[in-house]
């Protein structure tokens, strides 16, 4: 296998290079009738697409998706869909220094290893740019699960944190400013920080915490395809994550059982939700919350030394168009993500169910 494949029943197998003809994707298990909202899904993609703000990547791409199958009448068919979204704003030549040199922390050096060969440009495969055709499969799973609502922001920028839990906030404001902050003060804070990181020719990391509201109690699978793992495995595929915690997570460690435990209602609810809508690897009818931590941006616009293809050191400055911190735009990306693997876990609930 070459792991370009997520999914079981509903899975997407994406295609394409940062600085090729196009990006794509082939979606399957798809149920048929689903009413497509093609409005919907482009806003989707526009959500994670470069050049939208002054603190993304300059690159300029409309991100426009075509659906080449498996779509009639505007409804799903059952059958495979495919669509491209093509690249129209390639410079590969902003990458011509690093044909024979290694960029720090990137996949190049991997890459070259693994197969002997690399496509430089922009990383090609191992480029983030790959998530576009994540978000159209994403947005695919929304629509078929209409009455579950998925909900990512930025929690954190470097230094800066939201110092709330996520019931204290209103997501609605998430899409009011350009880092994807609910908490208007905190946004301006992050978005000023990240200008004077690019300023700097530098990066920075953050946090993009999501949550899923209105799952049904009994999705997920014992023993290794319990829920939280689908999920981890499905947000650690995204370039730059660097970390994966759900409910309590890390922060669960310091407490006591008799503290930590989520006491019952009498209808089944818990009074509290430490277990993040997760428990025995199934979910419980809860909120389910986690976070997802994305190192800062490998290409920085200072002078790093490095080695070429020879063993040699040389050195290297960064070139092009990149984000100064990836948090912003990667928000719909972990909404998509998530949002596939709870379509996926769902067609499995339902077909143990007949």
Do not use: W
């Not at 040699?312 to 070139?319: D, I, P, Q, T, Y």
């Amino acid at each position: 296998m070459a792991g370009n494949t997520f999914g079981n029943l509903f899975s997407i197998t994406t295609f394409g290079e940062s600085h090729g003809e196009a990006l794509g994707g082939v979606i399957d298990g798809c149920p048929a009738g689903i009413e497509v909202d093609f409005d919907f899904i482009q806003s989707e993609l526009s959500r994670r697409k470069p050049g939208q703000s002054a603190i993304v990547t300059q690159r300029k791409e409309p991100d426009e998706v075509q659906f080449l199958s498996g779509i009639f009448e505007g409804k799903t068919t059952g059958t495979s869909i495919g669509f491209i979204i093509p690249n129209t704003n390639q410079k590969s030549h902003d990458y011509s220094h690093i044909k024979d040199a290694f960029r720090p922390s990137h996949a190049d050096y991997v890459y070259s290893q693994k197969y002997g060969f690399r496509d430089y440009r922009g990383g090609g495969r191992s480029s983030a740019r790959e998530t576009a055709s994540r978000v159209v499969g994403g947005a695919l799973a929304k629509l078929m699960l209409p009455e579950i609502k998925f909900h990512a922001f930025v929690s954190s920028v470097g230094p800066i944190a939201l110092n709330k839990s996520y019931q204290e906030l209103d997501f609605s404001e998430i899409e009011k400013n350009p880092v994807r902050c609910p908490d208007p003060e905190k946004a301006k804070e992050m978005e000023d920080y990240i200008k004077q990181i690019r300023k700097e020719g530098d990066t920075v990391g953050g946090v993009v915490t999501c949550v899923i509201q209105n799952v049904p109690i009994g999705l997920g699978e014992p023993v290794f395809d319990k829920l939280h793992a689908e999920l981890g495995k499905a947000m650690l595929s995204i370039n730059a994550v660097k970390g994966f915690e759900y409910g309590s997570g890390f922060e669960g460690c310091k407490m006591k059982g008799s503290a930590h435990n989520d006491l019952y209602n009498q209808d089944g609810t818990t009074k509290t939700n430490l277990s993040g809508g997760i428990q025995g690897g199934i979910s419980n009818g809860m909120d389910i919350y986690f976070n997802v931590a994305f190192k800062p941006v490998a290409t920085i616009m200072q002078t790093q030394e490095t080695i070429d293809k020879d063993g040699n050191f040389v050195e290297m400055v960064g070139k092009g168009r990149h984000d100064p911190c990836v948090v912003p735009r990667a928000v719909p990306i972990v909404e998509a993500m998530a949002a596939l693997v709870i379509a996926d876990n769902y067609l499995i609930y339902r077909s143990n169910k007949s």
